[in-house]
C-alpha cells in the first residue's frame, strides 16, 4: 500500500495534509477538515475515509 495515498480523489488531497491539518489545527468533525483542507467537498465519497482518520487521531468523533 501507498505510503500516503490520495484520500481525496477529486481534489487530489492525501493522507498527510488531512492529518496535518487535524494536528495542527486541532480539528474534530468533517465539516473542520472539509473547511481546512476541502478535501471532502465535491463527491463525498472520502468522507468514510476522513472519518476514519479523524478517528484514529482523535479517538473518537463528533459528526
Ligand atoms: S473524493 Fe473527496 S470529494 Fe470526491
Avoid: R, Y
Avoid at 484520500?7 to 465539516?31: D, F, M, P, V, Y
Avoid at 478535501?39 to 478517528?55: K, M, Q, R, S, Y
Amino acid at each position: 500500500m501507498e505510503k500516503d495515498p490520495i484520500i481525496c480523489t477529486c481534489n487530489e488531497i492525501k493522507q498527510s495534509e488531512i492529518e496535518l491539518g487535524i494536528k495542527a489545527k486541532n480539528l474534530k468533525t468533517i465539516e473542520e477538515v472539509q473547511d481546512e483542507t476541502s478535501a471532502g467537498t465535491v463527491c463525498g465519497a472520502c468522507v468514510d475515509d476522513i472519518f476514519l482518520i479523524l478517528e484514529k487521531i482523535n479517538g473518537n468523533v463528533e459528526l
